[in-house]
């Protein structure tokens, strides 16, 4: 049996309802829509952050993993080790 692929519309719903910076996320777990609105508008900057704290371009990600002030160290201490 062949898999039957969704129409546009219901895929973006689909997507929507799966992300939490979204308010459909919330009307489908059964949360009024003014609460869900609010829901995913404080989700967004978390969301953000955590993005923020995954990419190692960005000062965050130095903060998160502890390397603040330690610019051109090596995170591995085997390598600062002399034999």
């Known amino acids: 049996m062949a ?8 895929f973006d719903n689909r997507a929507n309802q799966l992300n939490p ?4 996320y919330y009307r489908s777990r059964g ?3 003014d609460k869900a609105k ?6 967004k900057p978390a ?12 000062d965050s990600y130095q903060m998160s993993g502890g390397l603040s ?3 051109g160290s090596s995170s591995n201490p085997s390598s600062d080790r002399s034999e």
């Open 31 to 33: 949360v009024p829509a």
């Open 3 to 10: 898999k039957r692929s969704l129409s546009k519309p219901a």
């Open 47 to 58: 969301l953000d952050n955590r993005a923020n704290q995954l990419n190692p371009g960005s």
């Open 21 to 24: 910076a979204h308010p459909a």
């Open 69 to 71: 002030g330690r610019s």
């Open 38 to 43: 609010s829901l995913a508008a404080h989700t």
